[in-house]
């Protein structure tokens, strides 16, 4: 069932090519004329006059199939009744939609689908529509003349009534009863999803919809991204949600707060209850399409175990206290004031979220270098995506990508680098996906095989499996390929790049140190390999390069990232659709939390608090003097707290403790703190060591913005109340209020109002503007008024673009006799980032622990099997897992998720970091595996820790 307030016109817009909009014809439909553009169908036209042609089969996000014959018309000069979904335009055409004849045909087919089909009262009680039912009752037919008698209660003759339904997926019912075999969910599978889990199995009387080899949907390949619940036109796929709460009653657009794509919804709402979320097919990053998180797991925001008080406590180690709002913000600013003047100005700082919105995590900074007084601020991008901010701020003169997520739509070669958007980014996966399957090549450059090595109608044309910390080894070797055999883009590089910068990495790749016949003891990888994907890139007519935090964290991420954009320069592929160098972020808001000032080092749109005329400008409007020199990155915090330097933070919407590297480190720094601060929506593993508590907001409960990894604001709009009883941009008001720094808003579009005059690129954003436009991407200015969908056409943001010489230089991180193995770590599609919302939600069916996946060599030579209890120890820290045995990494690699805390995954991860930004080598950690059969000593007090530190004394009537 599609959207609420959706109007399907039936069948897809005609797609605009480079060459622009197609030639345009005039139609007339029912004594109506329209114009449209040349191979629009007849459906399509019809329904932009709001003439809606009964229809089954077809719908917009599918291509027409032409099986429902409900959609047949008739067009003067030509004999038959043609279906209006797969028959096209031609200038001049008369066509007719209604007439006595069209009405017979119609009907006739409606009755023979109604012979075999629940009653109207059976599908109403699913709650869910029935365009089958619909369609009947627009044309008068309640009655079949195909259906027998029923004798005894029982229908005659054979049907299809009566089967088993499948329930077993935990968001959604098939019911095949219901199912007309019209093959949309199997085409929105094929077609949208590309997984191609679903068939229409059998011929004839016996076809039925089967998901894999006639599975359950749980156990089939289904990804439950539900393309093929909204594709179905009766109540054969439905909600569980759906039947369960009713039909909604209204529907606001909002954007997920999931990954970073940032697709558009529409949460369908009755009161203040959400009875599903709807992909918006207005949406210009996903176009209708969802994941199973974004979907289906909204529950956690009002999940049992969210905190809606406040609470305080002294010490660590006390049961926490429930109070009114006024205390708790009250208290928490009083120990603020109290450190700084024992301490010192310097001794307090606060960590922003890119979970929270644009506006919130540009109060907190501001609540920091205004309130606060120092620019000790940081982010959680310090430990995913800071290198990207650096690397490409120095070669090409922006901290972002530079393409939509369309432009892949026009790529001819796809290299994808230390990214699995399969897993992390599904939606754009899927598109990425389409783009393969027209014939677009594929080189994947990664330690572990993930899914689109090989997929269903996907292979790679190149996996270059390199040893993990290799990576600039291996680009090197690839650009030392683009540069001697005469692969560059010489013209390009000298209307557009520094020269000498040109010549000084060219010779540095030129040397044959780096040529992939020398550097491939180094990666692992065969030159022949190297040699043969870097030829595809380097003739690709439009070449684009995505990557993902297999490139940024890393001790040489920055280095990483520069590389890839010298290789970018060196071949032409920037400024232009279809090419790029494209960063994968992985939540929500990290490309927004680093545009919003949320490093120690910038204001927002990245420019450095060292500028006088800057901080000039964001003095003038704060109305006080701000430091001029950097403040303490996350890493450094943690430094100065264990040597008693810095006493107090303020954590807005992230979970250090457990996203962080090196845990037993992080804690013992926040525990040597006198106050720390969480606002967030559980008492997460950081709330553990903290002092007070502040309720936080989820995204269905505030209005603002989240920018993705386009570079795309999209509007997040409140559905309900927050259940703590203020937005997290109303909770740094107060506390800033307290502290006795003066902040008055009364609405989130006047933060942005604020953030639109401080900062360059956001110059014409405004809410009005987004909601004209559904959403924007930066730079939006006098120059680009309505976004910059590309980047650096015919120049680039620094002027010419400057490359780097790249020198390998491999990470301290070595396997020795002790620690043989290397350990990395990623994501999976059903969990998100630390799993404080996706753990709450069903989706713990399909993945309820982190797994370590091992090598079959390496598993039998230590005598593990698949499901043992494995101990994983590194220079850091041990923990247990459960052990995965799998061919997806290579011998020597081992590799696990981060979702759970109790699997202590970052107790193993050391502090080993980038060289520029600090961000953590989650990437390379040198362990060792034995089989165990108990759980590790930090685990163990974990549990002891987590019991303790949790207690809550409750407070009756307790209020603001």
């Not at 079949?144 to 004798?151: D, E």
């Not at 990395?824 to 069916?845: D, E, H, K, P, S």
């Not at 820790?945 to 409750?954: D, G, K, V």
């Amino acid at each position: 069932m599609h959207a609420l307030d959706f109007v399907d016109p039936g069948t897809p817009a005609v797609p605009t090519t480079a060459e622009g909009v197609a030639k345009q014809v005039t139609v007339e439909i029912d004594g109506f004329t329209v114009t449209v553009p040349d191979g629009t169908s007849i459906m399509r036209a019809a329904s932009l006059l709001g003439n809606q042609i009964p229809k089954l089969c077809a719908t917009s996000s599918l291509k027409a199939f032409g099986s429902c014959r409900l959609c047949l018309v008739e067009i003067e000069g030509r004999k038959g009744y043609p279906a209006s979904c797969t028959t096209t335009v031609a200038d001049g055409m008369k066509i007719h939609t209604q007439s006595a004849k069209l009405g017979e045909l119609r009907n006739n087919v409606l009755e023979l689908y109604l012979s075999d089909h629940p009653s109207q009262s059976e599908c109403c009680s699913s709650n869910n529509r029935c365009e089958l039912h619909e369609m009947a009752a627009a044309a008068g037919v309640g009655e079949s003349r195909y259906s027998l008698p029923a004798v005894d209660g029982v229908a005659a003759g054979l049907n299809h009534q009566g089967s088993l339904q499948d329930d077993s997926n935990p968001y959604f019912v098939f019911n095949q009863d219901a199912c007309i075999v019209c093959s949309r969910c199997v085409r929105a599978c094929d077609e949208i999803q590309g997984t191609f889990a679903l068939t229409i199995e059998g011929r004839g009387f016996d076809s039925k919809v089967s998901a894999s080899q006639a599975e359950s949907f749980l156990e089939s390949e289904c990804v439950s991204c539900g393309a093929c619940v909204e594709a179905c036109p009766t109540t054969a796929l439905t909600e569980k949600s759906v039947i369960s709460l009713g039909r909604a009653e209204r529907a606001v657009a909002t954007t997920c707060a999931y990954c970073g794509v940032g697709c558009t919804f529409k949460a369908e709402m009755k009161g203040e209850q959400v009875i599903r979320m709807v992909p918006s097919r207005d949406g210009h990053a996903n176009h209708g399409h969802a994941c199973v998180k974004g979907r289906f797991a909204y529950g956690y925001a009002t999940h049992t175990d969210r905190i809606t008080k406040p609470m305080i406590r002294s010490k660590i180690t006390d049961p926490w206290r429930e109070v009114s709002w006024d205390e708790a913000i009250n208290y928490a600013a009083s120990e603020f004031k109290r450190i700084q003047a024992k301490y010192g100005q310097d001794a307090v700082g606060g960590i922003t979220s890119s979970r929270c919105t644009n506006e919130e995590t540009f109060l907190v900074q501001k609540l920091v270098r205004a309130a606060f007084g120092n620019n000790n601020v940081d982010t959680c991008a310090r430990v995913c995506h800071s290198p990207t901010g650096y690397g490409l701020k120095n070669t090409i003169g922006e901290s972002a990508g530079t393409q939509e997520f369309d432009s892949v739509m026009q790529s001819d070669v796809i290299m994808l680098i230390g990214a699995n958007p399969t897993e992390g980014h599904p939606v754009f996966a899927s598109q990425m996906k389409r783009r393969l399957r027209q014939g677009a090549k594929l080189i994947v450059i990664d330690p572990r095989q993930i899914k689109l090595v090989r997929t269903p109608h996907i292979e790679a044309d190149y996996h270059l499996q390199l040893k993990p910390g290799t990576n600039v080894a291996l680009m090197n070797s690839i650009a030392h390929v683009i540069v001697t055999e005469g692969l560059a883009h010489d013209q390009y590089i000298v209307d557009r790049c520094e020269i000498d910068s040109w010549e000084k990495w060219q010779a540095f790749v030129s040397d044959p140190k780096n040529s992939p016949e020398a550097m491939e003891e180094i990666t692992g990888v065969p030159a022949m390999a190297v040699r043969s994907a870097a030829r595809l890139y380097g003739t690709a007519p439009n070449g684009a390069i995505y990557y993902g935090l297999g490139v940024t964290e890393h001790s040489q991420g920055t280095t990483m990232v520069m590389a890839i954009a010298n290789l970018a320069m060196a071949t032409g592929n920037l400024g232009r659709v279809g090419v790029g160098v494209n960063p994968l972020r992985g939540q929500n808001n990290v490309q927004g939390s680093c545009d919003m000032g949320s490093f120690p080092h910038e204001f927002s749109g990245y420019r450095h608090v060292s500028d006088d005329a800057v901080r000039a400008t964001f003095e003038a409007e704060w109305g006080v003097q701000l430091q001029s020199e950097p403040g303490l990155r996350i890493p450094n915090m943690f430094e100065a707290a264990l040597d008693g330097s810095f006493r107090a933070v303020y954590v807005q919407g992230e979970d250090i403790a457990q996203s962080d590297p090196n845990t037993t480190h992080v804690t013992a720094a926040l525990s040597a703190m006198e106050c720390v601060v969480v606002q967030d929506l559980f008492l997460n593993e950081t709330a553990k060591f903290a002092h007070v508590f502040f309720p936080g907001s989820s995204f269905l409960e505030k209005n603002g913005t989240f920018t993705n990894a386009e570079r795309r604001i999209g509007r997040v709009r409140k559905v309900m109340q927050p259940l703590g009883g203020y937005e997290d941009w109303e909770v740094t008001v107060r506390f800033s209020n307290a502290l006795g720094y003066p902040m008055n808003y009364t609405h989130p579009s006047q933060i942005m109002d604020e953030i639109a005059m401080l900062t360059p690129t956001f110059t014409g954003v405004t809410y009005e503007k987004l909601d004209e436009l559904g959403s924007i991407q930066w730079p939006c200015n006098d120059a680009a008024p309505e976004g910059t969908p590309t980047m650096h056409i015919g120049h680039f943001v620094r002027g010419k673009g400057k490359f780097f010489v790249t020198d390998y230089v491999p990470t301290r991180e070595k396997t020795t006799s002790r620690f043989p193995l290397l350990l990395t770590t990623g994501r999976i599609l059903t969990q998100y980032n630390v799993g404080a919302q996706t753990r709450r939600t069903q989706n713990v069916v399909w993945h309820d622990e982190d797994r370590l996946e091992i090598h079959p060599h390496d598993a039998d030579v230590r005598g593990i099997l698949d499901g043992d209890w494995v101990g994983i120890a590194s220079r850091a820290g041990e923990t247990v897992l459960r052990a995965e045995v799998t061919d997806r990494v290579q011998p020597g690699v081992i590799y696990t998720t981060f979702h759970f805390p109790e699997s202590g995954a970052n107790v193993v991860t050391t502090d080993n970091s980038d060289w520029a930004t600090n961000c953590p080598e989650y990437k390379v950690t040198a362990v060792q595996v034995v089989k165990v059969n108990q759980p590790s000593e930090w685990q163990k007090r974990y549990r002891e820790l987590t019991e303790r530190n949790t207690r809550i004394r409750r407070s009756a009537g307790v209020h603001a």
